[in-house]
């Protein structure tokens, strides 16, 4: 099966990090299209022609546009990645929709910048026969989803709290916060914005803290650790259960489980034992890649549809959007829209 592919915004996530990275692996739409051997990259656009050049030279594009309109009226591609910034998210995946629609559009999350505007967009997509794929790596990094399924099966009890770490504002890095904390423990109920304002690393999209209330009774906290702007890249989550803890550190890449021992110091009392062991191998780097490999196979009929898909998305945006009124009506707590 041979499958076009075409990217608009030839950015750091489009093809930029890979082009220079220092570390192994994958970590961009256009690196995973090449990785995947039924897939060719035809086109791309960029406004910026020094970078859609240098896009077009480092990936063998030889139809590069600046304008992502041309594009879609010269090329019929079954894949279109939507890779541009996120407060322009919505308009380009619009003139996707609008345009020669592909198959599956695979876009940078968030899908858009509130609920309303990602609903509006994935009922057009639906009337035309439209998939929308996101960008939420944790959801296809195997290291994550034995992660899930260990807290499904109980391996260490009920998850009472998770504590998860971001910066680059609630809409950018907190919308994969949501995501993931949705994905591995279970679905956002309440919400409450706490504390003052955070300096937006991202203008316009501080890092709000806020707690979480989940509908199986567990409590997270979400924090923001940009608050006196943006000094490294942190993502880090700390769940803690009955009869263990999972910690997913160094971004993504290391994911470390501890179980309940008997405490030496202290007869009659238990501990949380980190084993190395019972460390789980978590890879970012093939993230992007086995995304990649779940939309062909849709594509060819091998598969229902990757599971990142943009009711997802959706549903993390009706969360962050709570969070958002909270944090307007001075912290109150407040049911997440359905």
């Known amino acids: 099966m041979r499958v076009r592919a075409a990217v608009i915004g030839c950015g750091g996530i489009a093809g930029r990090y890979d082009e220079e990275k220092t570390a192994a692996g994958c970590y961009t739409h256009a690196g995973?299209?090449?990785l995947h051997p039924e897939v060719e990259?035809?086109?791309?656009?960029?406004?910026?022609?020094?970078?859609?050049?240098?896009?077009?030279?480092r990936w063998g594009v030889r139809h590069v546009y600046a304008d992502a309109r041309d594009l879609l009226a010269q090329h019929p591609v079954?894949?279109?990645?939507?890779?541009?910034?996120?407060?322009?998210h919505e308009e380009v995946i619009g003139q996707v929709l609008a345009a020669r629609p592909p198959k599956v559009i695979f876009a940078e999350k968030p899908l858009a910048l509130g609920r309303h505007g990602a609903r509006k967009l994935l009922d057009e997509a639906a009337a035309l026969g439209v998939r929308i794929v996101l960008n939420n790596q944790r959801r296809w990094e195997a290291g994550h989803r034995q992660v899930r399924d260990l807290i499904r099966a109980g391996t260490i009890g009920?998850?009472?709290?998770v504590t998860a770490f971001y910066v680059k504002g609630l809409y950018h890095i907190g919308c994969t916060a949501i995501d993931t904390i949705r994905f591995l423990v279970g679905e956002v109920e309440t919400v409450q914005a706490l504390g003052g304002e955070h300096r937006a690393s991202i203008?316009?999209?501080?890092?709000?803290?806020?707690?979480?209330?989940l509908g199986n009774g567990a409590t997270a906290a979400m924090l923001g650790v940009d608050r006196y702007g943006y000094r490294y890249s942190l993502f880090e989550l700390d769940i803690l259960a009955t009869e263990g803890r999972v910690r997913l550190v160094g971004n993504g890449d290391r994911i470390l489980v501890s179980r309940v021992r008997p405490y030496a110091h202290y007869p009659g009392f238990g501990e949380l034992h980190e084993a190395p062991d019972r460390a789980i191998p978590a890879d970012m780097g093939s993230a992007i890649p086995n995304g990649v490999r779940q939309i062909v196979a849709f594509l060819a009929g091998r598969a229902d549809g990757p599971e990142s898909d943009g009711e997802e998305g959706y549903r993390d945006l009706c969360v962050l959007d709570a969070i958002a009124a909270s944090r307007t009506q001075g912290g109150a707590r407040l049911p997440v829209p359905r």
Do not use: K, M, N
């Open 32 to 34: 995973a299209y090449r």
């Open 41 to 57: 990259l035809v086109a791309a656009a960029d406004p910026d022609p020094a970078r859609r050049a240098a896009f077009g030279r």
């Open 78 to 88: 079954e894949i279109v990645s939507v890779c541009v910034p996120d407060a322009l």
């Open 158 to 161: 009920q998850v009472v709290t």
């Open 203 to 213: 203008p316009g999209d501080p890092s709000v803290d806020a707690a979480l209330y």
